[in-house]
């Protein structure tokens, strides 16, 4: 399959590339105008890019989303130079080349859209090419003009890094005019100009051997094979002299391309086997400090005589197979890249189908020979289901300027109207984490029942407003086979007035044995089937207001996706993405991770990547908790709810729904005994007591010494006492525990932690 909407910003531009001469090259660019690799879209792993333009055509292929194109200058577009005018006064110009600016002969010629400021593309004479190199004219710091040559490209359709597009001057396209042959004149003061030009000594290059830059990479190649099969890791390069000739060459080939490290690494690893090496750090010290005539080499012929020739050297490639090498990349590339392609848009297929098993591993194997990782290919598939259905992932290219105040209006998406008050944000996302029997399921059935009906639940008296109610997509996939049954008795325990209506409302998606369906996943089918549900709404014809996906972790691992790293970050995106495009709130249910002490390390308790707890708008945290009077309350924590403070909340299930109780009723027995260690036997130097027997806390506390007991084997696991000789000590973690669950006591309770333990 071809997926249009990501080639058609292509097809204009190389539209725009009409007219230039079959000879032109050019490269694909970011929105920086650094040249990127077009497969990964990444300027990292582009090396070599100067030698590796492509045509028009081919740049149809590529079918991916870059920014910009940009035209290759020098040698591999035929000779093309590039006159760039940046702010240049006429008298400043002609004091250069001896003639006015609007004497130029007429050319192709483009610009950003910034005022005084554009390039024109002349070409010069293959026998002056020797003669011609990249400068800049600064005044006051700035660059007014520049010439640009081998190893540069001028981007020329695209956007540009402050949001501007290029474009052509009134006629001077390539469709409405050639590309003019600089003046003879013109290239002598522009070869004087350049001949004047001093360099930072440490980049000064010697032109006396009037190489084109393939001749350059051809001696790069030469030297790299010269010190891994032709230099002997011997006595003669402990002499310093032989060893630094060595290393200058690397230093003025790497300096001719502008890379003042390109052959560092090569130059160390090789000096890391000779006698005197010590380390890379004073091997990279020197390495910056080589200059061109300090020893008896003084380029990479006379290196050749006098080092590798005596051992018999011959090069490995000449010249002519080289050149041809570097000629046929691009076509290497070019196949490459339609491969990769074919192949994930064959692979994007087939799992949206469901298609053979056996096939698709096949192509994640080709795939894998392209050194593209796993969660790469993931990353990628959901990519391409996004583009398919017009979900957004990510920021959109714009040429409006990013300026607004607090005055500005907002769109309905950033106003991020509620569902329900304090719990759901119409078209954004939430996530619900708890321990296991925290009452998450509780949780959010309650939830699902308020959209239904409108109902006031918990600690919100207002319930969802009438024009906003409507149906839930329940997807358990947590419980497999069992999860229908388990859902089913929470919604039995959890009785609402308004039953019937609730369920009518309610969609239930979870494994069906009877009718041979799985579990759902996060794989490209499940999300197919989930997006075209919501298209369709609720079989009764409401639309589709709440989808609740339980649990996180089990959907991702049934979709391939490694829950701790890779495609994480995407898979939450995707989710926001669809819950904006449908105008549905989607919570998450995801557990605490193992042996978590929830109530300590907060939201961040939650098992997996950190963007699972810092991507979701809303976070809301369960904890179990109990007391004398209520041997199962549930803690309801909102830690995060887009533009309100922090809250919690304690109920209990009732007869019908749940019931809230006050912090009194509800204190918890854990907190009691710790309360009651706190308030106990006083230390020598008088700080607060933080030691009780068991006696001591039955006392404090008017329970049965027998239920103290029972409850400190658990408290002891939980590592919030420690216990000798017949008395319970509170620990640093017990400590810090007590302060977030009694607000009255906190301070002095921190005060105490920082005396005994250093810090809080």
């Given at each position: 399959?071809?997926?249009?909407?990501?080639?058609?910003?292509?097809?204009?531009w190389?539209?725009?590339?009409?007219?230039?001469?079959?000879?032109?090259?050019?490269?694909?660019?970011?929105?920086?105008?650094?040249?990127?690799s077009?497969?990964t879209?990444?300027?990292?792993?582009?090396?070599?890019?100067?030698?590796?333009?492509?045509?028009?055509?081919?740049?149809d292929?590529?079918?991916?989303?870059?920014?910009?194109?940009?035209?290759?200058?020098?040698?591999?577009?035929?000779?093309?130079?590039?006159?760039?005018?940046d702010?240049?006064t006429?008298?400043?110009?002609?004091?250069?080349f001896?003639?006015?600016?609007?004497?130029?002969?007429?050319?192709?010629?483009f610009?950003?859209?910034?005022?005084?400021?554009?390039?024109?593309l002349?070409?010069?004479?293959?026998?002056h090419?020797?003669?011609?190199?990249?400068?800049?004219?600064q005044?006051?710091?700035?660059?007014?003009?520049e010439?640009?040559?081998?190893?540069?490209?001028?981007?020329?359709?695209?956007?540009?890094?402050?949001?501007?597009?290029y474009?052509?001057?009134?006629?001077?396209?390539?469709?409405?005019?050639?590309?003019?042959t600089?003046?003879?004149?013109?290239?002598?003061?522009?070869?004087?100009?350049?001949?004047?030009?001093?360099?930072?000594?440490?980049?000064?290059?010697?032109?006396?051997?009037d190489?084109?830059?393939?001749?350059?990479?051809?001696?790069?190649?030469?030297?790299r094979?010269?010190?891994?099969n032709?230099?002997?890791?011997?006595?003669?390069?402990?002499?310093?002299?032989?060893w630094?000739?060595?290393?200058?060459i690397?230093?003025?080939?790497?300096l001719?391309?502008?890379?003042?490290?390109?052959?560092?690494?090569?130059?160390?690893?090789?000096?890391?086997?000779?006698?005197k090496?010590?380390?890379?750090?004073?091997?990279?010290?020197?390495w910056?400090?080589?200059?061109?005539?300090?020893?008896?080499?003084?380029?990479?012929?006379?290196l050749?005589?006098n080092?590798?020739?005596?051992?018999?050297?011959?090069?490995?490639?000449?010249?002519?197979?080289f050149?041809?090498?570097?000629?046929?990349?691009p076509?290497?590339?070019k196949?490459?890249?339609k491969?990769?392609?074919?192949?994930?848009e064959?692979?994007?297929k087939?799992?949206?189908?469901?298609?053979?098993?056996n096939r698709?591993?096949?192509?994640?194997?080709?795939?894998?020979?392209?050194?593209?990782?796993?969660?790469?290919?993931?990353?990628r598939?959901?990519?391409?289901?996004?583009?398919?259905?017009?979900?957004?992932?990510?920021?959109?290219?714009?040429?409006?300027?990013?300026?607004?105040?607090?005055s500005?209006?907002?769109?309905?998406?950033?106003a991020?109207?509620?569902l329900?008050?304090?719990?759901?944000?119409?078209?954004?996302?939430?996530?619900?984490?708890?321990?296991?029997?925290?009452?998450?399921?509780?949780?959010?059935?309650a939830?699902?029942?308020?959209?239904a009906?409108?109902?006031?639940?918990?600690?919100?008296?207002?319930?969802?407003?009438e024009?906003?109610?409507?149906?839930?997509?329940?997807?358990?996939?947590?419980?497999?086979?069992?999860?229908f049954?388990?859902?089913?008795?929470?919604?039995?325990?959890?009785?609402?007035?308004?039953?019937?209506?609730?369920?009518?409302?309610?969609?239930?998606?979870?494994?069906?044995?009877s009718?041979?369906?799985?579990?759902?996943?996060?794989?490209?089918?499940?999300?197919?089937?989930?997006?075209?549900e919501?298209k369709?709404?609720?079989?009764?014809?409401?639309?589709?207001?709440?989808?609740?996906?339980d649990?996180?972790?089990?959907?991702?691992?049934?979709?391939?996706?490694?829950?701790?790293?890779?495609?994480?970050?995407?898979?939450?995106?995707l989710?926001?993405?669809?819950?904006?495009?449908?105008?549905?709130?989607?919570?998450?249910?995801?557990?605490?991770?193992?042996?978590?002490?929830?109530?300590?390390?907060?939201?961040?308790?939650?098992?997996?990547?950190?963007?699972?707890?810092?991507?979701?708008?809303?976070?809301?945290?369960?904890?179990?908790?109990?007391?004398?009077?209520?041997?199962?309350?549930?803690?309801?924590?909102?830690?995060?709810?887009?533009?309100?403070?922090?809250?919690?909340?304690?109920?209990?299930l009732?007869?019908?729904?749940?019931?809230?109780?006050?912090?009194?009723?509800?204190?918890?027995?854990?907190?009691k005994?710790?309360?009651?260690?706190?308030?106990?036997?006083?230390?020598?130097?008088?700080?607060?007591?933080?030691?009780?027997?068991?006696?001591?806390?039955a006392?404090?506390?008017?329970?049965k010494?027998?239920?103290v007991?029972?409850?400190?084997?658990?408290?002891k696991?939980?590592?919030?006492?420690?216990?000798?000789?017949?008395?319970?000590?509170?620990?640093?973690?017990?400590?810090?525990?007590l302060?977030?669950?009694?607000?009255?006591?906190r301070?002095?309770?921190?005060?105490?932690?920082?005396?005994?333990?250093?810090?809080?």
């Amino acid at each position: 399959m071809t997926l249009a909407t990501s080639s058609s910003k292509l097809d204009t531009w190389t539209k725009k590339l009409e007219g230039f001469p079959d000879i032109t090259r050019f490269t694909t660019c970011n929105g920086n105008k650094r040249p990127v690799s077009p497969i990964t879209k990444l300027v990292d792993g582009n090396t070599g890019w100067q030698t590796r333009g492509y045509t028009p055509e081919q740049l149809d292929e590529f079918h991916l989303s870059y920014e910009a194109t940009g035209v290759m200058l020098g040698e591999i577009s035929g000779g093309l130079d590039a006159f760039d005018f940046d702010d240049i006064t006429n008298e400043e110009f002609k004091e250069i080349f001896g003639c006015n600016m609007k004497d130029l002969p007429p050319t192709v010629s483009f610009s950003s859209g910034k005022e005084g400021r554009y390039q024109s593309l002349y070409y010069i004479p293959q026998k002056h090419w020797k003669d011609i190199a990249a400068k800049q004219l600064q005044k006051n710091g700035e660059v007014i003009f520049e010439n640009r040559w081998n190893g540069q490209m001028s981007v020329v359709s695209g956007v540009h890094p402050e949001g501007r597009t290029y474009s052509f001057l009134p006629g001077r396209s390539p469709k409405e005019i050639k590309i003019a042959t600089m003046p003879e004149e013109i290239i002598e003061n522009l070869k004087v100009w350049l001949d004047t030009y001093k360099e930072d000594p440490k980049v000064q290059q010697d032109k006396a051997q009037d190489k084109s830059y393939l001749d350059i990479l051809y001696d790069i190649s030469k030297y790299r094979d010269i010190l891994r099969n032709w230099l002997p890791y011997s006595d003669d390069f402990g002499v310093y002299d032989n060893w630094r000739d060595v290393g200058m060459i690397g230093r003025l080939l790497s300096l001719k391309v502008n890379k003042p490290d390109l052959l560092f690494k090569d130059f160390d690893y090789w000096s890391s086997k000779q006698p005197k090496y010590e380390t890379t750090k004073k091997t990279k010290a020197k390495w910056d400090s080589f200059k061109r005539g300090e020893g008896k080499v003084k380029d990479l012929g006379s290196l050749i005589r006098n080092f590798a020739e005596p051992n018999g050297y011959t090069p490995s490639q000449t010249f002519e197979e080289f050149k041809k090498d570097q000629q046929t990349e691009p076509e290497k590339e070019k196949d490459a890249v339609k491969r990769i392609k074919n192949t994930m848009e064959e692979l994007y297929k087939l799992e949206k189908e469901g298609g053979d098993w056996n096939r698709r591993q096949y192509l994640k194997s080709i795939l894998g020979g392209y050194a593209i990782k796993k969660d790469e290919v993931q990353i990628r598939l959901l990519e391409m289901i996004a583009l398919e259905h017009e979900i957004n992932l990510a920021e959109k290219k714009t040429d409006k300027r990013r300026h607004r105040t607090f005055s500005s209006r907002m769109s309905k998406e950033e106003a991020m109207e509620p569902l329900l008050p304090g719990f759901l944000i119409e078209g954004k996302d939430a996530l619900l984490v708890g321990e296991s029997g925290a009452g998450k399921t509780l949780g959010v059935l309650a939830l699902s029942y308020s959209v239904a009906t409108g109902s006031p639940i918990l600690d919100n008296p207002f319930g969802v407003a009438e024009e906003k109610q409507g149906a839930t997509l329940g997807i358990f996939s947590d419980g497999g086979e069992g999860s229908f049954g388990m859902v089913k008795k929470y919604a039995e325990m959890l009785n609402p007035p308004e039953k019937d209506l609730w369920e009518d409302n309610f969609n239930f998606w979870g494994a069906d044995v009877s009718n041979d369906v799985s579990s759902w996943g996060f794989t490209i089918k499940g999300l197919s089937e989930l997006i075209e549900e919501l298209k369709q709404g609720h079989p009764n014809g409401a639309p589709y207001k709440l989808v609740i996906v339980d649990s996180l972790k089990k959907v991702v691992s049934l979709g391939g996706i490694d829950f701790g790293v890779g495609a994480m970050d995407l898979v939450m995106q995707l989710a926001q993405g669809i819950a904006s495009k449908f105008n549905i709130c989607w919570v998450w249910v995801h557990h605490t991770a193992k042996n978590s002490k929830g109530g300590i390390n907060g939201i961040s308790s939650s098992g997996g990547n950190s963007n699972i707890y810092q991507i979701p708008y809303a976070c809301h945290r369960l904890l179990a908790t109990s007391s004398p009077e209520h041997k199962h309350i549930t803690k309801w924590i909102v830690d995060k709810f887009r533009g309100e403070m922090r809250r919690e909340f304690q109920y209990v299930l009732a007869e019908s729904m749940f019931d809230l109780i006050d912090a009194e009723e509800a204190t918890d027995t854990t907190t009691k005994i710790l309360k009651a260690i706190w308030t106990g036997t006083k230390e020598p130097d008088g700080c607060q007591g933080q030691y009780a027997s068991a006696n001591q806390i039955a006392i404090t506390t008017d329970m049965k010494i027998k239920t103290v007991r029972n409850k400190m084997t658990d408290i002891k696991k939980s590592s919030l006492v420690t216990y000798a000789n017949g008395i319970y000590y509170l620990s640093k973690q017990g400590a810090k525990q007590l302060s977030i669950d009694d607000v009255g006591i906190r301070a002095e309770v921190e005060e105490y932690i920082k005396d005994k333990w250093g810090r809080v």
